[in-house]
């Protein structure tokens, strides 16, 4: 079967997945994290892409993710390894490769999506084996979204999303948020985020995939299996 082109749509919040080669680790501690931040921030703002929330995992990173065109978010993704690769690699006397092939990603619209990737994103650390809260991983934007640490060169979580209707103050929303975030997301949502991001399915909620099916220059959602049913 061909391989799908990635869907990435302009203006378009998404969710990103890049993970190392089999076996590797890509951040060592925390010097590691804070470099690769520097350059994330550095990238995301050359090539015009809001980032929204990160989650940065030993064996992978994730993102949630607005590109101003369709074509920068690979760009600035590009730009990130070219510069975080050779400086880890230096670091940590190694050569060679370090991220698995290309980066996965799909568009997430729809408010409760939108509020959904990002919980799951920011929870990644505890479903890894992290035994704190996430708020208390150095690693990710959980400190950010709850008021605990300031973050100040992330782009605002998307006006669309169910976030912004958590409480009426910043820190309504703050101690909302973190209410939301010691409560794991759902298996079935997880399962959700888990086959379509890889696939570069859509993770829609809310009606929104009638939009995003006109935005998109190929089809948002897999075909239904099995043979179509006949009309007689």
Known sequence: MARLNRLVVA????????RVVSGGVAFVDATDRQLFLQILKRCSVEHGVAVHAYVLLDHEFQL??????ADQLSRMMQAVARFYVPA????????????????????????QALLDCMRYLEQAPQRAGWAGSPMEFDGSSAAH?????????LAAVPTASAYWALGNTPFARDAA????????????LAASLEACTPLG?????????TELTRLA??????????RPVKMI
């Open 11 to 18: 203006g378009q919040a998404h969710h990103v997945i890049h």
């Open 64 to 69: 949630l993710a607005t590109p101003d065109e």
């Open 88 to 111: 880890f690699n230096r670091r940590h006397s190694r050569a060679g490769a370090l991220w698995q092939g290309r980066f996965r990603a799909a568009p997430v619209a729809g408010a």
């Open 145 to 153: 979204h709850t008021g605990r640490a300031a973050g100040a060169w």
């Open 177 to 188: 948020y973190q209410a939301l975030l010691e409560r794991l997301v759902s298996a079935a």
């Open 201 to 209: 399915w859509a993770l829609t909620s809310d009606g929104a995939s």
């Open 217 to 226: 220059p190929r089809r948002v959602t897999a075909k239904p299996k099995g």
